[in-house]
Nanobody, 125 residues
């Protein structure tokens, strides 16, 4: 099975930073593209960032480019999301997600069958 556990969420003021972590457990972590998705109340899930399994290429939603950085440590089965210059509109539940050997359409939330439980990020103005 695939298990994803997020941590690091919390409440910060606009302009602040948070670093989210996702501890993953599956047979071969390095074979999974990993992503961060988010969902605000009453809204559909939204792609935030992804990192490939094959070459560690990264992909970002336009709304977070230049502010967020996704990275992974395959030796520790962990993916991170460094969030800087946070804005109130970043407020959402952030989910770690995984898709085995995904090589295209990284920004499509429906491509990720495995999600974690989510961690709340609240940014106040």
């Amino acid at each position: 099975q695939v298990q994803l556990v997020e941590s690091g969420g919390g409440s910060v003021q606009a302009g602040g930073s948070l670093r989210l972590s996702c501890a993953a457990s599956m047979r071969t972590f390095s074979s999974y593209a990993m992503a961060w998705l988010r969902q605000a109340p009453g809204k559909e899930s939204e792609f935030v960032a992804a990192i490939s399994w094959s070459d560690d290429s990264t992909y970002y939603a336009d709304s977070v480019k230049g502010r967020f950085t996704i990275s992974r440590d395959n030796a520790k089965n962990t993916v991170f999301l460094q969030m800087n210059s946070l804005k109130p509109e970043d407020t959402a539940v952030y989910y770690c997600a995984a898709s085995r050997r995904l090589e295209s359409q990284y920004s499509d939330s429906l491509k990720y069958p495995y999600w974690g439980q989510g961690t709340q990020v609240t940014v106040s103005s």
